[in-house]
């Protein structure tokens, strides 16, 4: 076996660890793999390889390298892999895992136009992000100050800004079956990269094997699968062609516009995988980056209450937050980006693949290589950071206390397939967090110290913690 794949890897192919013969290196990712694969950068180099069960792949690691594949190189690092657990969930279409081509180009530009349409290009968007805030901090409001963990509200709220631009509606707090829907979702994308997934990938007849976690990541894709069907259905009763209310009409205008076309991507099927995509991508990463910086503000007092100083003072009367504010608010924005660079949500990016023969650093990557970009080393990397596992927003702002924005800061990633949602990213997080903190002075319960080990899986997020929202002005 060690023989074969050693045939496998091609010349002029970048070194790597050695694999433990037929499964490779997938037990090294076991535990933290953003921090392990660092740590094996410094042995072979910011571009080396890996084997992931016979799949090879490559790791990139640091600003220089990621820089210099998805931007100077972005048409050749734009694929994404064709592994067998996404084939299996998205048939490789939709939008996330689509394959770099028509259908990926047309899905995109749909979903730009559409957030574009319905989101930010709307002047009264911002208002119905400021009133899911309310939603949100009265929901808070009702804890009166005891202990709760936020998750789920949190998830909620945010999920809401994503479902307006998708359906045109928000979901009550109380809807069992939309909060179970995002429950096992992102289960899923813990799931996705367990160690059963990966062996999947490795080895898919496993399939029939009737335990083990991959058995649960497919039942948790279909009963999503079948509640996000029957949700679109709804939601498009009642459409008038060419006048879309929300993406799902949106796409059903492409869907029959396109009817007959050869090579139309649009379908069915890829209306739902894209929704989903929309719906988990949307939800994931704003609910964990938000839930870091509660718990963050909670250990650092100090932080939190130079935020809180800088809130009450632009807004005055305690009036609501809107995104005219952000530029007199340079303590927030650098909070909020040391909360991006240090928790590192997205750790390793979303996998890659090339769409052609690469050529870097003198090494020679064949088409279709899976390409892992390690987003954790950019932000810990010590050519543009000082001290970079110190936690210190103080990094992001001048001798004047104005912001200033960092070269290698890419939690969005860059390139071709970087984050569609940065802009409405960027509107929830500060709506959300000036609104919170505007109201709420947050605090342990007594004695309670919650451990900021992130959980692992596709994002990081916190281990469930329970905080306390004191009041801290009356309600304007
Ligand atoms: C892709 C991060 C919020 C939709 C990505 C990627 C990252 C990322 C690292 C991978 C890009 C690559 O392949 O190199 C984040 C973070 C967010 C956030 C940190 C919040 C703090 C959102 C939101 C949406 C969204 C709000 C939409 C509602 C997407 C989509 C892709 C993507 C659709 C796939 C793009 C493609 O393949 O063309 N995001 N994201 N993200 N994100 Fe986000």
């Avoid at 740590?39 to 084997?51: M, T």
């Avoid at 003198?362 to 892992?372: A, E, L, R």
């Avoid at 967090?433 to 919650?450: D, K, W």
Wanted: net charge neutral; proline share 7%; charged share 20%.
């Amino acid at each position: 076996v060690r023989q074969l794949m050693k045939q496998r890897r091609p010349p002029g192919f970048p070194p790597g660890p050695s694999p433990i013969p037929v499964i490779g290196n997938i037990v090294s990712l076991a535990t933290e793999p953003h921090v392990f694969l660092k740590k094996q950068s410094e042995i072979h180099g910011q571009i080396f390889s890996l084997d992931l069960g016979g799949i090879l792949t490559v790791v990139l690691t640091g600003y220089d390298c990621i820089r210099e594949c998805l931007y100077n190189q972005g048409d050749v690092f734009a694929d994404r892999p064709s592994l067998p657990l996404f084939q299996k969930m998205t048939k490789m279409g939709g939008l996330l895992n689509c394959k770099y081509g028509k259908g990926w180009i047309d899905h995109r530009k749909l979903a730009c136009n559409s957030f574009r349409y319905f989101g930010s290009g709307q002047r009264q968007f911002e208002r119905k992000i400021s009133e899911e805030c309310m939603f949100f901090v009265d929901a808070i409001d009702e804890h009166k100050g005891k202990p709760f963990n936020p998750k789920h509200l949190v998830t909620n709220a945010v999920s809401n800004i994503t479902n307006l631009i998708i359906f045109g509606q928000r979901f009550t707090y109380d809807d069992r079956n939309f909060q179970h829907m995002i429950e096992i979702f992102s289960e899923n994308v813990e799931l996705a990269v367990s160690g059963w997934a990966l062996l999947y990938n490795a080895f898919p007849w496993i399939e029939y094997v009737p335990f083990g976690k991959h058995q649960k990541l497919f039942r948790n894709a279909a009963e999503v699968y079948d509640f996000l069907l029957e949700v679109i259905n709804g939601f498009s009763q009642g459409r008038v062609p060419h006048a879309p209310r929300h993406y799902v009409d949106a796409y059903l205008d492409e869907l029959e516009q396109n009817k007959g076309e050869p090579g139309s991507s649009f379908s069915q099927e890829n209306l739902i995988y894209s929704v989903g995509e929309l719906i988990i991508a949307g939800t994931e990463t704003t609910t964990n980056t938000l839930r870091w910086a509660m718990l963050y503000m909670t250990l650092y007092p100090n932080i939190q209450e130079r935020v809180q100083r800088e809130i009450d003072s632009v807004l005055e009367n305690g009036r609501v937050p809107t995104m005219e504010d952000k530029q007199k608010m340079p303590y927030v924005e650098a909070v909020l980006h040391e909360i991006l660079r240090f928790c590192n949500i997205v750790p390793l990016g979303i996998f890659r693949a090339t769409t052609q023969e690469a050529k870097v650093n003198g090494y020679t990557i064949p088409k279709g290589t899976m390409v892992i970009t390690n987003l954790y080393s950019v932000h810990m990397d010590e050519k543009y950071w000082t001290d970079p596992g110190v936690f210190s927003p103080q990094r992001f702002l001048d001798s004047n206390g104005n912001f200033v924005k960092r070269e290698a800061f890419l939690p969005f990633s860059m390139g071709k397939r970087c984050c569609l949602g940065e802009q409405l990213a960027r509107m929830e997080m500060f709506l959300f967090f000036t609104t919170l903190l505007q109201r709420f002075h947050l605090q342990f319960p007594p004695g309670t110290v919650p451990t900021v080990t992130p959980k692992l899986g596709m994002t990081l997020q916190p281990q469930p913690y329970s905080i306390c929202a004191v009041r801290r002005q009356q309600k304007s």
